[in-house]
């Protein structure tokens, strides 16, 4: 398995859970803050091209603030 589908599983996972939505928060910060380190996504750069950006996007949209 890859890392990008790893990351998918541990998301899935946390999706699924039955934690209350805090705690899940807290993965999903968690799992977005290694993929911005293992697949060096910027903040504030470009990300043309690079294919862990869906998956980062959809865990940022299951947080909440």
Known sequence: ??????????????????????????????????MEKDFSISIFGRNEGNSALPLYKEVSQARSL
């Open 1 to 34: 398995m890859d890392l990008l589908e790893e990351y998918r599983k541990e998301f899935e996972q946390v999706k699924a859970s039955n934690h209350d939505q805090e705690r899940k928060s807290l993965r999903y910060s968690n799992i977005m803050t290694r």
